[in-house]
């Protein structure tokens, strides 16, 4: 409302009749709130940034909201009435995104017409194009940009109304909230300190000049001001505020995954991924809490990728997948690629079944190639140059139940080893186009990898490879940190140079690398495998299909590679996510078998003679049975053996896993057999003392998490269980050697020196020359010295169950 002017009884007119001037229609403090409220504005933009691509944004975001607040002061300033000022604001930011966006298509460039609302529809749409197909930061392009504008013009308008027009300058914070909430669900680092801090001081700068709105207004010189003690009671309070809003956070546990003012980035997004599943895809890896939770059940050998779309063209700022709608098929039958590669003469078919209550997605997941779908509601039409299939739509249903049939080549490494380069028109040029600016580590890297090999196969395999040596880490956090949370030649050139990041970046990496190598590729994303549950389904025709599950935090993306007359394969260069596919399993020799071996041949003892068998005697034939006299002591033997089987059940998990625990020991130092009962094999000696370790952190509560690589598990087993500084060092040391002898390139060892053998002289494993090796006794120091550390600070309850009953038991039945 808008206040009105009180006399002063002395200055009123009297009998003297002399009239005594009015005052300014307005305090002078009037246009300082108003400015405070566009100040306020203003600052809570700054946290932005991030969430657009450099600065070219704020110029026009700022003339919005300066237009807006400037209109409303002058609104108030000729006393127009109170309804009237938010209609003055609102008029004012239609004109001013006019004169920004529409200018030849207005009157005087100002007033919109038809052809301006008509424009005004198209750049709707160029921003909803940007929120599905790009991450943030995303491009300053003019659709997003002006929907920016014509957001932050409403929340200046809804600020300046509540803090100036109606006086209720605290209620003023939804606005700026609702501003600064858009960093927080869009940001990967969430909004950020400084821009947080900004905002906080924009807020405090509205409450303060409400304070002086509400000062008496015949009030003159000194008098305007609030008193010194009110002005510092108030700075204190807000600087109390502050600090401990950004100090609560690193004390309180579990305040560090918070949305203000860092932290994870506030999710409101459950299940829907758009028509671009890579904006959603790190932050879905990231989530605390699975969402988006689908069930496939199938007749394959194996568990499948679920695809759903594709990125092929990598000459844009951002890679988002093609529509292709000039060329896509109506339908969900008869489907095929687009090559012919008889694909369907060296195929058998896989039948699946997908459903889901809570994913929505304008793309159809099914493995590839789909041929045919069952049951799937709505419109949907597919491409035959990626088989992926789309609503008409373009809206999903949560609510999934449909079956495919797809065709499963069969690959094996023979047959891919055969292969040549595919020629010049055997595909699309889209799947081998590079753009011009390819960075200079892709072609260094891919010069390095590919130096020995010779053909599409081998080349693939080379690259695959690079990706998964030990120069590369898996991480969901380095992307976030460095600044690459996406896609694009300058994100994957970074990516190159930290050697650290997730499915996207490797996916991403390979599908360019092999382009340079001359190898057709694209980007494949969708679902990994993802857990069995259990279950088994009848499909439609009376087969049994085994159930998975996946949600979220299976969100994956793999490359694909062409290969002339067998068509689009998969590889998979992610290390510690996905299944590699048997045919680009990297051959490398199994060095703690063949250690066992050689040890078992030197050590087995020459064969004794045997001696005749001595027949057993038997009894007379009329030697009648003897039968067992009645007494007392059967009831105290059913006690006694009720109560042994009882003692056996509590301690039959200790027995096993001691009994793990020995044969691990045995096959370490190479006197164990190898396949023998509870043979829990995965790789050579330092595999056999990593597991070891592991299991015994998950003993003790130390739970792994779906996306921990060995570096990441091995640091959070560490700090979360208090290691001193012995077992810490061995640990790592365990952590080092596994992922040398784990990701090592093939033929090569963990270690700095190679022998013909493969196996290293220097490295953290050294030499393993058969049984009882220092390097043996070594790995298993490390594991004992880790062991008694964990026994040595855990409760006595906590040691108890770890011995007693040990989660790593059921920890590995389930996998």
């Not at 200018?103 to 460039?109: I, L």
């Not at 200046?156 to 909430?181: E, K």
């Not at 088989?387 to 080549?409: K, N």
């Not at 069995?532 to 969100?555: F, I, K, M, P």
């Amino acid at each position: 409302m808008t206040a009105t002017q009180t006399r002063n009884p002395a200055e009123a007119p009297g009998a003297s009749g002399v009239r005594v001037p009015r005052k300014p229609a307005r305090p002078p403090w009037d246009g300082a709130a108003a400015g405070a409220s566009a100040v306020a504005v203003l600052l809570c933009m700054v946290g932005l940034h991030g969430v657009f691509e450099g600065w070219s944004w704020f110029a026009p975001l700022a003339l919005t909201t300066v237009t807006v607040v400037s209109a409303m002061a002058a609104a108030r300033r000729f006393r127009f009435p109170t309804a009237a000022v938010p209609a003055a604001g609102l008029a004012a930011l239609v004109v001013v995104l006019t004169w920004l966006f529409a200018s030849s298509r207005a009157f005087f460039g100002l007033i919109p017409t038809g052809d301006t609302l008509e424009h005004a529809a198209v750049l709707l749409s160029e921003a909803q194009a940007t929120i599905m197909n790009q991450v943030p930061p995303v491009l300053a392009e003019p659709g997003i940009v002006f929907v920016a504008c014509l957001g932050t013009g409403l929340i200046a308008l809804l600020v300046d109304t509540l803090a100036t027009t109606l006086r209720m300058p605290a209620a003023s914070g939804l606005g700026l909230l609702s501003l600064l909430i858009v960093p927080a669900i869009l940001k990967p680092d969430s909004v950020g300190v400084l821009p947080f801090l900004l905002a906080a001081a924009g807020y405090l700068l509205v409450l303060a000049t409400g304070t002086w709105q509400e000062r008496p207004r015949s009030s003159a010189g000194p008098e305007r001001r609030p008193p010194r003690r009110q002005v510092g009671t108030a700075a204190g309070i807000g600087a109390v505020a502050l600090v401990a809003a950004l100090a609560l956070p690193a004390v309180l546990p579990g305040f560090t995954q918070g949305t203000f003012p860092q932290g994870s980035r506030l999710n409101l997004w459950t299940g829907g991924s758009g028509l671009n599943p890579v904006v959603a895809l790190g932050n879905d890896l990231r989530q605390p809490s699975a969402s988006g939770r689908i069930r496939y059940a199938t007749d394959s050998a194996q568990a499948l990728y679920l695809r759903s779309t594709t990125l092929e063209d990598f000459s844009g700022q951002r890679w988002a997948p093609d529509l292709r709608t000039d060329s896509r098929r109506a339908g969900l039958q008869g489907m095929s690629p687009l090559e012919d590669d008889g694909l369907a003469a060296n195929a058998q078919t896989v039948t699946t079944q997908v459903t889901s209550e809570s994913y929505a997605s304008p793309w159809l997941l099914a493995p590839y190639a789909p041929a045919s779908v069952y049951g799937a509601a709505g419109r949907w039409s597919w491409d035959p140059k990626t088989m992926t299939v789309i609503a008409e739509d373009q809206l999903g249903s949560p609510r999934l139940s449909y079956e495919v049939q797809s065709l499963s080549p069969q690959i094996t490494p023979s047959t891919l080893e055969q292969i040549g380069v595919a020629p010049e028109n055997a595909v699309d040029p889209v799947f081998t186009d590079l753009p011009a600016d390819v960075p200079e580590s892709i072609r260094e890297a891919v010069e390095t990898a590919t130096a020995t090999a010779q053909g599409p196969y081998e080349q693939a395999m080379a690259i695959q490879g690079y990706l998964r040596g030990p120069e590369f880490s898996y991480s969901l956090d380095a992307p976030v940190e460095g600044g690459y949370d996406g896609n694009g030649m300058g994100v994957l050139d970074r990516f190159m140079e930290e050697k650290s990041g997730y499915c996207t970046h490797y996916a991403a990496a390979m599908a360019v690398m092999a382009r340079e190598a001359g190898i057709p590729s694209r980007m494949a994303l969708g679902f990994a495998p993802g857990r069995t549950t259990g279950n088994t389904v009848t499909g439609t025709d009376g087969t049994v299909l085994q159930e998975y599950e996946v949600d979220s935090r299976d969100a994956h993306a793999w490359p694909e590679l062409y290969f002339h007359g067998m068509g689009w394969v998969r590889f998979e260069p992610t290390p510690s996510r996905g299944s590699v596919p048997a045919y680009s399993v990297q051959s490398r020799p199994d060095v703690g078998q063949a250690l066992r071996d050689e040890a078992l041949e030197r050590e087995r003892p020459a064969p004794a003679a045997t001696a005749p068998a001595t027949p057993a005697p038997t009894a007379p034939a009329n030697a009648a049975p003897v039968a067992p006299a009645e007494t007392g002591a059967g009831r105290y033997l059913g006690v006694a053996a009720g109560v042994l089987a009882a003692a056996g059940a509590v301690l039959a998990p200790w027995a096993l896993r001691r009994r793990r625990r020995t044969l691990r020991r045995r096959w370490l130092d190479g006197s164990g057999i190898a396949g023998g009962a509870g043979a829990d094999q995965r790789g050579g000696p330092a595999t056999l003392a990593w597991d070891e370790a592991a299991d015994t952190g998950l003993d003790y509560g130390h739970v792994p998490r779906l996306a921990d690589s060995p570096r990441a598990f091995a640091q959070r087993l560490a700090h979360d269980a208090g290691l001193p500084e012995g077992a810490a060092l061995a640990l790592e040391r365990l952590r080092s050697a596994y992922e040398q002898e784990a990701y090592a390139a093939p033929g090569l060892a963990a270690g700095s020196g190679t022998t013909g053998s493969g196996i290293t002289g220097s490295g953290p494993l050294g030499s393993l020359p058969g049984s009882g090796a220092p390097d043996a006794e070594r790995l298993w120091a490390d594991v004992s010295t880790i062991r008694e550390s964990f026994a040595a600070s855990a409760p006595p309850g906590k040691r108890l169950r770890a011995l007693l009953f040990p989660a790593s038991l059921s920890s590995r039945l389930r996998r």
